[in-house]
């Protein structure tokens, strides 16, 4: 496996060498299926929008290569990208007569020029030596953009607006985040970093994605539709009427999604109630994994920029250095949001007050009505040591036999 930085390759003209005979087994392959009239986004190997980075992640052998659709200097752009030597990523030529082409011959559709350059096995440029050898098919969640229909708009996010929606194809209501089309490529890149995440973890208090959408613009993120929205705005609702049973039951179900995600080795990062929902029965989900890392340490190199400073562990605050512990500081911080029916931590005090009473020893009390174990449990979330905070699986456990007792 090779790879380096990506570089536009020059555009040459040279002389391509014979074709070889076509093999049975190549003709037979997805690739090959041609229909004459057939859209290139209905090509598995087109895939569309998505950007370079996710692009290069999914080229790993020598010879794989996708087609997608970039816009430079405003114009859109078909693009071969190829891993050869690194990752080479060449822009589909048009020609006076509207055909397509690279260094050799031109062809009435792209598919036939890919085609053409998969079976034939002549290098697409002369200069890059870079040889079709495999298509590399979209992912099975990569969905089309037209068989989602967008509804109410029910939310805002970092990166554009979410909505209700249904897909035309199951009758399926989901949630859809959509992704600005005027962002840079390093945002719409950070916008699908969630699902990226998302698609590999499969637990009932982890929002589910459904898939991503990249076919065309706006690039969208589906997941699951959970029926009561924000944790923090239903515990603003219904504070007066829930119970201890069914806040501590929030606190498990809390803990144990942060335990799932902890085992993968993945650091939430934003781990809040607003970034939480609320689903039949009263399950909580962990969702918003736009912050999220899959290391088990991660330092911040691109300054504190949106950080949510009273939910932040102070070793992350201070240096940097997030891990799952700092994780388990939020989690104490989601505990007291839950015990007091969704008000802001710290309150009447500025993030930088806040900062410095942390520092110098202040926790916050308990909030009324709250099980004496479970501020205990709080505080232990709250240690300054990151050593000597519970990790996920003890918290778990703490909060699963509190709440038996309360049968």
Same mark, same amino acid.
């Given at each position: 496996?090779?790879?380096?930085?990506?570089?536009?390759?020059?555009?040459?003209?040279?002389?391509?060498?014979?074709?070889?005979?076509?093999?049975?087994?190549?003709?037979?392959?997805?690739?090959?299926?041609?229909?004459?009239?057939?859209?290139?986004y209905?090509?598995?190997?087109?895939?569309?929008?998505?950007?370079? /980075? *996710?692009?290069? @992640?999914?080229?790993?052998? %020598? !010879?794989?290569? &996708?087609?997608?659709?970039?816009?430079? $200097?405003?114009?859109?752009?078909?693009?071969?990208?190829?891993?050869?030597?690194?990752?080479?990523?060449?822009?589909?030529?048009?020609?006076?007569?509207?055909?397509?082409?690279?260094?050799?011959p031109?062809?009435?559709?792209?598919?036939?020029?890919?085609?053409?350059?998969?079976?034939?096995?002549?290098?697409?440029?002369?200069?890059?030596?870079?040889?079709?050898?495999?298509?590399?098919?979209?992912?099975?969640?990569?969905?089309?953009?037209?068989?989602?229909?967008?509804?109410?708009?029910?939310?805002?996010?970092?990166?554009?607006?979410?909505?209700?929606?249904?897909?035309?194809?199951?009758?399926?209501?989901?949630?859809?985040?959509?992704?600005?089309?005027?962002?840079? /490529? *390093?945002?719409? @890149?950070k916008f699908?970093? %969630? !699902?990226?995440? &998302?698609?590999?973890?499969?637990?009932? $208090?982890?929002?589910?994605?459904?898939?991503?959408?990249?076919?065309?613009?706006?690039?969208?993120?589906?997941?699951?539709?959970v029926?009561?929205?924000?944790?923090?705005?239903?515990?603003?609702?219904?504070?007066?009427?829930?119970?201890?049973?069914?806040?501590?039951?929030?606190?498990?179900?809390?803990?144990?999604?942060?335990?799932?995600?902890?085992?993968?080795?993945?650091i939430?990062?934003?781990?809040?109630?607003?970034?939480?929902?609320?689903?039949?029965?009263?399950?909580?989900?962990?969702?918003?994994?736009?912050?999220?890392?899959?290391?088990?340490?991660?330092?911040?190199?691109?300054?504190?920029?949106?950080?949510?400073?009273?939910?932040?562990?102070?070793?992350?605050?201070?240096?940097?250095?997030?891990?799952?512990?700092?994780?388990?500081?939020?989690?104490?911080?989601?505990?007291?949001?839950?015990?007091?029916?969704?008000?802001?931590?710290?309150?009447?005090?500025?993030?930088?007050?806040?900062?410095?009473?942390?520092?110098?020893?202040?926790?916050?009390?308990?909030?009324?009505?709250t099980?004496?174990?479970?501020?205990?449990?709080?505080?232990?979330?709250?240690?300054?040591?990151?050593?000597?905070?519970?990790?996920?699986e003890?918290i778990?456990?703490?909060?699963?036999?509190?709440?038996?007792r309360?049968?």
């Amino acid at each position: 496996m090779s790879s380096c930085s990506s570089s536009w390759s020059d555009v040459q003209n040279v002389q391509l060498r014979p074709e070889p005979p076509i093999r049975k087994k190549r003709v037979k392959s997805l690739l090959m299926t041609l229909a004459t009239n057939r859209p290139l986004y209905e090509e598995e190997w087109f895939h569309g929008v998505l950007p370079r /980075e *996710e692009v290069v @992640r999914l080229l790993k052998n %020598e !010879g794989d290569f &996708l087609v997608r659709e970039t816009i430079r $200097n405003e114009e859109s752009q078909i693009v071969l990208s190829v891993c050869w030597n690194g990752h080479k990523h060449f822009i589909v030529q048009i020609t006076a007569d509207g055909h397509y082409r690279f260094e050799g011959p031109a062809f009435p559709s792209i598919q036939e020029l890919i085609m053409h350059q998969h079976q034939s096995e002549a290098p697409v440029t002369g200069r890059s030596g870079a040889v079709l050898k495999k298509p590399v098919l979209r992912e099975r969640w990569e969905l089309s953009n037209d068989d989602v229909i967008l509804q109410d708009k029910i939310g805002r996010g970092n990166f554009g607006d979410v909505y209700k929606a249904r897909l035309k194809s199951s009758k399926k209501q989901v949630a859809v985040k959509t992704c600005r089309m005027t962002l840079p /490529e *390093e945002q719409k @890149r950070k916008f699908l970093q %969630e !699902g990226r995440i &998302l698609k590999q973890y499969d637990h009932p $208090n982890i929002v589910k994605l459904i898939g991503i959408c990249v076919q065309k613009q706006p690039i969208m993120i589906v997941m699951e539709l959970v029926p009561g929205g924000s944790l923090l705005n239903y515990l603003r609702k219904n504070a007066t009427t829930l119970n201890t049973k069914q806040l501590m039951s929030m606190c498990r179900d809390a803990a144990s999604g942060m335990r799932y995600l902890e085992s993968k080795n993945c650091i939430h990062r934003d781990l809040a109630a607003r970034n939480c929902l609320i689903g039949y029965e009263n399950i909580v989900k962990i969702s918003d994994f736009g912050m999220s890392r899959e290391e088990e340490e991660y330092i911040v190199s691109d300054g504190m920029k949106q950080i949510p400073i009273k939910w932040t562990a102070p070793e992350a605050l201070n240096f940097g250095k997030y891990t799952s512990l700092c994780d388990v500081w939020s989690y104490g911080i989601l505990m007291w949001e839950i015990f007091t029916g969704g008000d802001t931590p710290y309150t009447g005090m500025s993030n930088s007050r806040a900062r410095e009473r942390i520092d110098s020893g202040y926790r916050m009390p308990a909030p009324d009505n709250t099980p004496q174990e479970m501020h205990r449990l709080m505080l232990k979330c709250w240690s300054y040591e990151p050593e000597a905070r519970p990790h996920f699986e003890e918290i778990y456990n703490v909060v699963e036999a509190l709440l038996a007792r309360e049968m």
